[in-house]
C-alpha cells in the first residue's frame, strides 16, 4: 500500500473513532437523561397538554437515540472493514468508494451511485401512507 493510502486510511481511522467517541458520549448521556426523568415523581400534577408535551419529547429523545444507536453501529463496522482490510470497498459493486465520499460519510457501505439505487429501492419499497 503506497503512503498517500496509508496516510488516508489513519485520517479516516481518526474521524471514525473521534465520531465513536461522540456517539458513545451522547448515547450514555440521553440515557442518564432518560433514567433521571423516569425517576422523578409521577406524583406531580400535570394536565393533558403537559402529559403531551412530555409524551411527545420522550419519543423524540427515543429517536434520536435510535439514530445515534444505528451510526455507531455503521462506525464499529466500518472500523472492523479497516481492520480486516476491505474498508472502502462498496458493498453493491465491489469498486472502490471515492476518497471525496469517505471522507464526508467515513462509515459509508455504498459507492454514490449504488447509495442512490439503495435509496431508491427501498422508497419504492415504502407503504404508499408513509410517502
Known sequence: MDLPTQTHLTQLRALLV???????TEIQTTERALLSDSQVGTAEVTDLKETAARHQQGELVDAQERRDLDELELVESALQRLDQGVY??????????????L?????ALR????????EHVAAQARPAARR
Open 18 to 24: 473521534y465520531r465513536q467517541h461522540e456517539l458513545r
Open 88 to 101: 472502502g470497498d462498496c458493498v453493491g459493486c465491489g469498486e472502490a468508494i471515492a476518497l471525496s465520499r
Open 103 to 107: 471522507r464526508v460519510q467515513p462509515a
Open 111 to 118: 459507492c454514490a451511485e449504488c447509495q442512490a439505487d439503495f
